[in-house]
């Protein structure tokens, strides 16, 4: 590109103002506001929203978390990010929301209006995540989301949506098969991808539900979710891939400088071989090694305390792999105290290891 051409793009980027609510940056810089939503019932919910403006021209990456209540690594992840960035170092915008879901997130539940323990898939219409993009007249969640999406979501070329699946599964990105969404998946840099494939069926449903990365999608932007492992606490591990993630998106996309910091390989979740590992008795289960971890062909992996014969036993990998699941495998184990007790019943799977 010519200096001259370069300058003038440079200061038509310095007169461009980007607004997400009550966050405005003329040019470059950095702040931070509300995306305010008010309800049926005129409670208004403040949706903390930050913005970081690079002093050069590039795309507009938004991320966001915490649409599920107790999913919050993703949060710390976003305002790292956002203490982080420099704007004399980024070129494009980053737009990071890192609750989408205020409501949730102080009921400290999946969803807002979801009973104690009770299951993501009890009632759908309160999951944010299915909703999108939302309406400026339906329930709490789908006016927070549309609030979201008129006034960020929609501005973005790029969308990260960050979840946790439960602490006994590695972290993992979802992304559809398009292929501008699937490098940035592998871009973000985790070792588990999965392509989701079942687009088809859902356009099969009377009434089709959409994830926030989906509607991205249907406007023509690209999206990956990453499940940053582990829910109801801050795992530091997990937060580390999620900003880790962000940096190497960004790289990716040009908007920062410097190597992307891939895995070995990927491995590619429900397509690529896996073995299965069950208890053979009763017993308390006890890690010995974490999900992520490489194992060798009859490695201890856990050890069972089988409290009939009061003794050890140790659990061994019948492969050489890479341990994507260790531990309970029951359903609900995500909201339901007693499914994340270690006490396992004999023959209940408790690991699964893809082959290396
Ligand atoms: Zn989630």
């Known amino acids: 590109m010519g200096k001259g051409k370069k300058q003038k793009e440079w200061a038509i ?6 607004h997400v609510g009550t966050a405005s940056i003329e040019g470059s810089g950095k702040g931070t506001g509300y995306v305010t939503t008010v309800l049926e019932d005129g409670r208004r919910v403040n949706t903390p929203v930050g913005i ?3 002093k050069e021209n590039g795309p507009v990456l938004y991320a966001q978390a915490a649409q599920h209540g107790m999913e919050i690594n993703g949060v710390v992840a976003i305002e790292k ?26 009921q400290r539940r999946p969803h807002y209006g979801l009973g104690p323990e009770e299951p993501y898939g009890n009632r759908p219409r309160l999951n944010m995540n299915r909703i999108w993009p939302g309406s400026p007249n339906g329930s709490e969640v789908e006016r927070l989301a549309h609030n979201l999406w008129e006034q960020a979501v ?4 790029y969308v990260i949506d960050l979840h946790s699946y439960e602490r006994w599964s590695a972290s ?16 973000f840099g985790l070792r588990f991808i999965s392509v989701s494939t079942n687009k088809k069926e859902l356009e099969l449903l009377e009434e089709p539900w959409k994830m926030i990365s989906e509607a991205v999608e249907d406007m023509g932007a690209s999206a990956l979710v990453a499940e940053l492992a582990g829910q109801w606490d801050i795992y530091p591990k997990s937060v580390k891939e999620g900003t880790r993630g962000i940096i190497n998106v960004m790289k990716k996309l040009n908007m920062l400088d410097g190597e992307i910091i891939s895995p070995p390989s990927y491995v590619y979740l429900g397509k690529d071989p896996c073995t299965r590992v069950s208890m053979d008795r009763d017993g308390l289960f006890l890690a010995s090694v974490e999900p992520g971890d490489d194992v060798e062909k009859d490695q201890q992996i856990a050890k069972i305390i089988d409290m009939l014969n009061i003794c050890e036993v140790d659990l061994r990998s019948p492969v050489r792999g890479i341990v994507y699941h260790l531990g309970p495998s029951g359903p609900n184990r995500d909201v339901q105290l007693p499914r994340m007790h270690p006490f396992l019943d004999k023959g209940s799977e408790v690991a699964v290891i893809y082959e290396s």
């Not at 980027?13 to 980007?18: C, G, P, Q």
């Not at 929609?154 to 070329?157: F, G, I, N, Y």
């Not at 993992?172 to 490098?183: F, G, W």
């Open 13 to 18: 980027w310095l007169k461009i103002e980007m």
């Open 81 to 106: 990010m956002l203490q982080l960035l420099k704007p004399e170092l980024l070129r494009g915008t980053f737009i990071g929301v890192p609750v989408a879901n205020p409501l949730a997130l102080v």
């Open 154 to 157: 929609q501005k973005a070329d």
């Open 172 to 187: 993992c990105t979802i992304v559809s098969s398009k292929k501008k969404s699937l490098e940035l998946a592998k871009a």
């Open 52 to 54: 970081v403006r690079g």
